[in-house]
């Protein structure tokens, strides 16, 4: 009976979300030309009669992801792709004709943000979502074209994947490009400053490309990173950069006085020189930078020293009140779709942070990265109905926050599938 009401309830969930089969990855899915693939059924979030579909997640000890204490039996309302109320059962009114989805003794933690990925050609970027990662910022190394067909593929819901927050191509400034780095034939993978009186029309069009984030690589010349800082302050779009390492091309203070308001891979900061170190800290709080240090990425090549200092760093960032983000840059050196960014957030556990402040980093904060607190990142009215569910207590132990039962992606079930969620003998929820 039990077993029963749970093929019911899921087959309507199923059925009120639109659900579809999601293709396996985007290298099998990639052409549209594939002979015998089916277009997809229509899209919709809307249950019956047209009217949004409504669930209520209840039972759950909700942790919300802005920094609040947890909320043991907790009651989300999700109409349509968003949540409509969270909060205590007590406090919560649960509309009649709610789909329930029990979380009793599991925990509802927000959908995961992973602020660094390359999604490159053939990436399974349905593994993010296996991994509880409903959001992605694509930061570079693929095409313009590429990026927004993918963006948009997954927002039609014609290939399973992450939210996609992106950059659209790396900006470079000229002189001189080394060949080695860029050659001829990849120019079309970034924005070439050819000026300073270049930036507003770059900015423009990245922004024109949907882009989210202006993502400036190492060669860059001081005065071209200044005006591309401007050019983005003005268009209200956030910066970060990769200066290429200790000593690039240009040090972090540079870059956060042009304007930067993230740093990834802790690059353009000297840790050999105690004084640029200490600079770079003090910049970085008071311009209230987010550090994204890809540890995972850089103990594959870097010494141990060289990751102790860094430890060191974020250690004292964290403590002055600085905020932590997560990135995995999957798929540099091996590092896996989705589970890299747990690993990252126990990497930062291990760095010092607490396992709510890695959870944080991957939640509320990466949000905030982002410049869309409040939409992804919190289980909060308003936002995308984006939630995982998980055993455990992410929050005293962080490897919780991959033992996954349940994700959810704009109201929508996508993992795991329906057919698996009611296997025989294996039942869910009770
Ligand atoms: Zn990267």
Request: aromatic fraction near 6%; proline fraction near 8%.
């Amino acid at each position: 009976m039990v077993t029963r009401w749970f093929r019911l309830a899921a087959a309507i969930l199923v059925i009120a979300a639109g659900f579809v089969p999601p293709a396996a990855s985007i290298s099998t899915q990639a052409t549209s030309s594939d002979p015998g693939e089916q277009p997809p059924p229509p899209q919709t979030s809307s249950g019956h009669n047209g009217m949004p579909a409504l669930l209520a997640v209840v039972g759950g000890t909700l942790i919300d992801g802005t920094g609040a204490d947890p909320i043991p039996d907790s009651a989300i309302i999700i109409e349509g792709d968003r949540i409509k109320a969270a909060g205590p059962r007590r406090q919560i009114r649960i509309p009649p004709g709610a789909i329930p989805i029990d979380a009793t003794d599991l925990t509802v933690i927000p959908g995961l943000i992973d602020v660094h990925v390359h999604l490159i050609e053939g990436i399974d970027v349905r593994s993010f979502l296996e991994h509880g990662v409903t959001s992605v910022r694509h930061l570079g190394d693929t095409t313009l074209p590429w990026i927004t067909g993918l963006k948009k593929r997954i927002e039609s819901n014609e290939i399973a994947g992450p939210r996609i927050f992106h950059c659209g191509l790396f900006v470079v400034s000229e002189p001189p490009l080394k060949p080695e780095i860029y050659p001829p034939e990849a120019l079309d993978r970034f924005m070439v400053m050819r000026s300073p009186a270049d930036a507003p029309a770059i900015v423009r069009r990245l922004l024109e490309a949907g882009a989210d984030v202006v993502k400036v690589k190492m060669e860059m010349s001081p005065e071209s990173l200044r005006a591309i800082g401007v050019a983005a302050a003005e268009a209200r779009i956030p910066m970060t950069f990769d200066s290429g390492g200790d000593t690039g091309d240009y040090d972090a203070v540079t870059a956060f006085d042009a304007g930067a308001r993230g740093i990834e891979h802790l690059s353009g900061i000297n840790f050999s020189d105690p004084a640029a170190t200490e600079a770079a800290l003090r910049k970085m709080i008071a311009v209230g930078a987010f550090a994204d240090p890809t540890f995972m990425v850089l103990e594959r090549t870097y010494s141990e020293d060289r990751i102790a200092a860094r430890e060191e760093f974020i250690r004292r960032f964290v403590a002055m009140g600085g905020t932590v983000v997560a990135g995995s840059d999957v798929p540099v050196r091996g590092i896996m779709p989705g589970h890299g960014l747990h690993q990252e957030m126990a990497r930062l556990v291990k760095a010092g942070l607490t396992s709510r402040q890695a959870l944080m980093a991957a939640t509320g904060a990466a949000a905030r990265a982002l410049g869309y607190q409040g939409i992804v990142g919190t289980i909060e009215a308003g936002a995308y109905a984006d939630l995982v569910i998980v055993h455990g207590d992410p929050i005293r132990e962080i490897s919780a926050a991959e033992k996954i039962v349940r994700v959810l992606k704009g109201g929508r079930e996508v993992h795991p599938f329906p057919e698996e969620a009611v296997s025989p003998g294996e039942p869910q929820f009770r």
